[in-house]
């Protein structure tokens, strides 16, 4: 059987200066860093980065659409020769609070207007259900890999639906610490396959030493 890898990327850091959570709102673009993680990112796979890494044998290359999954795709397809697929289905997830800061003395949680859409942790029940977001996800995962079967694909898209997706696989619950994720930007969760039967995960940052001191606002 063939074996293949998809491998699911997460953005780079993004130019939020208002520290909102972001979510599907248009025009949230890389900032600088976010800009040479994604091509840091791209050397990795080309096998021409710092790490030493191999050239991997990359086919396929699919995004999120929006602007900040696009953007980090980009410069690998471009390492590759290849043009950016985009696929809805790996999409940020839906949230109540988008566009507002959020937290609890200084953001969104200290109104209680917003108390109403905290109830259920375990689905949750402030925005897109985890299991509807496994289930988009792993049919996009699937149809990358069907796209590069016996190759590698990259796959484009946020935190939350990669971690939710990540847990699905290895048989973990799908509610979470959020502080717990490991999916920092721009690392890359590489999924591996023989045929059609998922074989295992592996994770890696090839951007890790671009990674800022202060947390990134979650939720990208």
Known sequence: MPITTVHLLRHGEV??????????????RLSERGQAMAERVAAH????GPSGAEKRDVVHVVASPLQRAQETAAPIAAAFGLEVATDPRLIEAENRFEGLTFGVGDGSLRRPSHWRHLYNPFLPSWGEPYRVQVAR????VAAARDA?????????????PIWVTRSALE??????????????????????????????ITYSEPAADLLPDAPIIPGA
């Not at 796979?45 to 021409?48: I, K, N, R, V």
């Not at 996800?137 to 996009?140: E, Q």
């Open 45 to 48: 796979l080309a096998g021409s």
């Open 15 to 28: 130019h939020n200066p208002a520290g909102v959570l972001y979510g599907r709102l248009e025009g949230y």
């Open 171 to 200: 048989g973990r619950r799908l509610w979470h610490d959020p502080r717990k994720r490991e999916c920092t930007v721009a690392s890359l969760t590489s999924v591996h396959y023989d045929g059609d039967r998922f074989t295992g």
């Open 137 to 140: 996800m792993l049919a996009a």
């Open 148 to 160: 590069a079967e016996g190759h590698e694909a990259v796959v484009v898209s946020h935190q939350l």
